[in-house]
């Protein structure tokens, strides 16, 4: 933690934690994840001096996992979530109830390639299918928060990059590994695309109308 001059106000260590970008809640508090002999964590700290908290870790159920994204907070619901290979994180700002779930809802290997975004009523994230399969394609699909349905998607045809940003008005915003940003409405329907004609592993956010 560094304070505005700059000099460090804390530091503190957990393993695990190296490259995973935290959420800072109005409780005081730190979350976010970390990796730990390849299973996904979920570490909370205090904001003010650092001190360690709780964690919690994922049920490791799959041979094939897991990275983890970074952490997202659904503030309409209070709850924290993750992406883990082929699964969704989710749990609330005490750690005590973790709870997972496949996220490809409606075929179950899809790997994500996106932290989890939220809209007032849906999950909205990247999957990635070409891992099982090179030939697939990835889509960007919404699952109700809910009842864990799928409630739309929309296929496109290279790896979605590492977030997607959604508007006020529930548009969601996108880049592709292949240099496509695309923009769906809150039905998941498109409303434009632009070709940056080079390839691309950044990820669109908005300012004052414009995306950048």
Do not use: H
Not at 39 to 63: E, I, R, V
Not at 126 to 142: E, H, K, M, T
Not at 156 to 161: K, L, T
């Amino acid at each position: 933690a560094i304070k505005p001059d700059g000099t460090q106000k804390w530091l503190t260590y957990k393993d695990g934690l190296a490259g995973y970008a935290p959420v800072i809640l109005d409780d005081g508090k730190i979350y976010l994840t970390s990796r730990l002999s390849g299973t996904p964590n979920f570490y909370s700290f205090d904001a003010q001096t650092g001190q360690f908290l709780w964690s919690k870790t994922m049920s490791n159920n799959s041979p094939t996992c897991c990275g983890v994204s970074d952490i997202s907070y659904d503030s309409a619901n209070d709850y924290l979530y993750a992406a883990a290979d082929q699964y969704i994180l989710k749990i609330d700002r005490n750690g005590t109830n973790l709870e997972q779930f496949v996220a490809d809802r409606q075929v179950g290997w899809g790997y994500t390639s996106t932290m989890i975004s939220q809209d007032t009523n849906n999950l909205i994230f990247g999957l990635d299918f070409s891992i099982n399969n090179p030939a697939s394609q990835s889509a960007v699909y919404a699952v109700n928060k809910s009842t864990k349905e799928v409630s739309w998607k929309y296929t496109v045809n290279s790896r979605i990059n590492k977030q997607i940003t959604i508007d006020s008005g529930g548009n969601s915003y996108f880049s592709t590994q292949n240099g496509v940003v695309y923009s769906l409405n809150a039905g998941g329907v498109l409303n434009w695309k632009f070709d940056s004609g080079t390839t691309m592993s950044s990820y669109p956010v908005i300012g004052e109308g414009v995306l950048y």
